[in-house]
């Protein structure tokens, strides 16, 4: 059974840092494009950042560029994405999804509805306070 399990959330103050992590069971990560993505209350869901498979091709969200960086280990199954100089705007739950095949531009800037994707994993709460 294909999983996907976040964790690393929490609550911050603004300027603070933390790093989320991607961890997959029941299938090789590798194999799969990796996105995170954020939706906070009263918004749209937006992709953060996208992974290739081999870790080559990556998109940030405008918002995020220059403060957040995706990284992905295969050997230990696991996606990364580290968060600096975190704002209020960054507030919201993370998941991470997976996809056999797409680029990561249209994985990130078009999100399609959860049961769409290969694996979908429950999500971790980043909170920032101001």
């Known amino acids: 059974q294909m999983q996907l399990v976040e964790s690393g959330g929490g609550s911050v103050q603004a300027g603070g840092s933390l790093r989320l992590s991607c961890a997959a069971s029941?299938?090789?990560?590798?194999?799969?494009?990796i996105g995170w993505f954020r939706q906070a209350p009263g918004k749209e869901r937006e992709g953060v950042s996208c992974?290739?498979?081999?870790?080559?091709?990556?998109y940030y969200a405008t918002s995020v560029k220059g403060r957040f960086t995706i990284s992905r280990d295969n050997a230990k199954n696991t996606v990364y994405l580290q968060m600096n100089s975190l704002k209020p705007e960054d507030s919201g739950v993370y998941h991470c999804?997976?996809?056999?095949?797409?680029?990561?531009?249209?994985?990130?800037?078009?999100?399609?509805?959860?049961?769409?994707?290969?694996?979908w994993g429950q999500g971790t709460q980043v909170t920032v306070s101001s």
């Open positions: 999804a997976a996809y056999g095949s797409i680029t990561v531009q249209h994985m990130c800037i078009s999100p399609a509805p959860r049961d769409e994707y290969d694996s």
């Open positions: 029941g299938f090789t990560l590798g194999h799969y494009v």
């Open positions: 992974i290739s498979r081999n870790g080559e091709d990556i």
